[in-house]
């Protein structure tokens, strides 16, 4: 499949890229970009939630009723979970969340979102560019010029380039990242990916081989 480059500015170089069916074409493997996001998420968690158990808890031991005669319930213990502000029964406690995923299962997950990107139409090359500084309002332009603003775009850059990541920080509904750190969840969760030109050769040597 063969695109048209753009500049950055909205303009066309008269260049085209094509894109490998080794990467961007095969039939998406759902399952495996299922499995892959959701490994990406449970890298996030920190796993430090905690509640305590009634053995953790600072109160009296102190017998509450006697054991006979009351008509109710046997009550040992102010720290005993049926209280309000006891022990809590099977809580939280911290974990590692994370688990282990193939190499090559990955591979296929990331292969299938860019293939569910191309399916979607919703892949744009641009020409490798930056900034001589730092602005937001470059950033917007380059969005306008592409017909994206408003909508949850991805830039894949070639290499980092600070100039473009900082103008685009503090936009609400894009993402930079570069080839190397491509995930699935990223591609998944944007509805517009723009690939820079060197990106796509990047992508093409990381995933293109078994």
């Avoid at 319930?73 to 688990?99: E, L, N, Q, T």
């Amino acid at each position: 499949m063969e695109l048209a480059i753009k500049t950055y500015t909205g303009g066309d170089t008269g260049r085209t890229v094509t894109l490998p069916e080794s990467v961007f074409g095969l039939e998406p493997n759902n399952h495996a970009i299922y499995l892959d996001v959701k490994q990406f998420l449970a890298n996030q968690r920190q796993g430090t939630h905690k509640s305590k158990e009634r053995n953790e808890i600072s109160g009296s031991t102190r017998k509450l009723i006697k054991q006979k005669g009351s008509g109710g319930a046997r009550h040992g213990s102010i720290k005993a979970p049926i209280y309000v502000g006891g022990g809590r029964v099977f809580g939280p406690v911290p974990r590692d969340y994370r688990f282990k995923l193939n190499k090559k299962l990955k591979q296929v997950a990331r292969r299938s979102a860019l293939a569910h990107k191309v399916k979607e139409a919703a892949i744009t090359v641009v020409e490798d560019f930056n900034f001589a500084a730092p602005k937001t309002k470059e950033f917007i332009k380059v969005l306008n010029a592409l017909a994206l603003p408003g909508k949850k775009t991805l830039l894949v850059l070639t290499d980092y380039t600070p100039n473009v990541y900082l103008s685009a920080r503090n936009l609400p509904k894009t993402s930079v990242t570069i080839a190397t750190d491509l995930n699935t969840y990223a591609v998944m969760n944007c509805d517009n990916l723009v690939l820079c030109e060197g990106a796509v050769a990047k992508l093409n040597e990381q995933l293109g081989k078994d």
